[in-house]
């Protein structure tokens, strides 16, 4: 039997779980690839394996470097609103072989990953300066 191209995978998972578009698995797998780089994981084997924590931040940082304050419109408009949609989307991976996972591994630990808002939208956030007080003009008397 052979092996099922990345494409394949998507194309299956679509026709049988339609939320989120085709676009969010191909930010996954680059997320993914961004993350064991990041964490300098090999390329290859069970020592490549990241905890959904790991995968949580490296794609939080991939968002931020790819689509900049766009990163949390984009992710919505693939359908992804919470961290728990990146769980759904790896986890349709694993299920159709294309990504590996331990029995530890289980799409709830995507539960507990951060607030969109916070992770995406902070970090552009104007920062108010404080008020300085003004030094007082030369010449002037009190």
Request: proline share 5%; with cysteine; aromatic share 12%.
């Amino acid at each position: 039997m052979r092996k099922i191209t990345f494409e394949e995978a998507v194309a299956q998972i679509l026709k049988e779980d339609p939320r989120y578009a085709p676009e969010a698995y191909h930010f996954i797998r680059e997320a993914l690839d961004f993350t064991t780089r990041s964490l300098k994981k090999p390329t290859e084997g069970t020592g490549r394996h990241v905890s959904a924590a790991e995968l949580l931040e490296g794609i939080r940082q991939y968002a931020l470097k790819e689509y900049g304050p766009l990163a949390m419109t984009v992710l919505q408009s693939w359908g992804i609103r919470q961290c728990a949609d990146f769980g759904q989307i790896v986890f349709n991976l694993v299920n159709k072989k294309f990504l590996g996972k331990t029995d530890d591994d289980s799409v709830h630990d995507f539960d507990r990953g951060y607030d969109f808002a916070t992770a995406f939208r902070t970090p552009f956030a104007p920062v108010k300066k404080k008020k300085c007080r003004s030094a007082p003009q030369r010449g002037a008397t009190s």
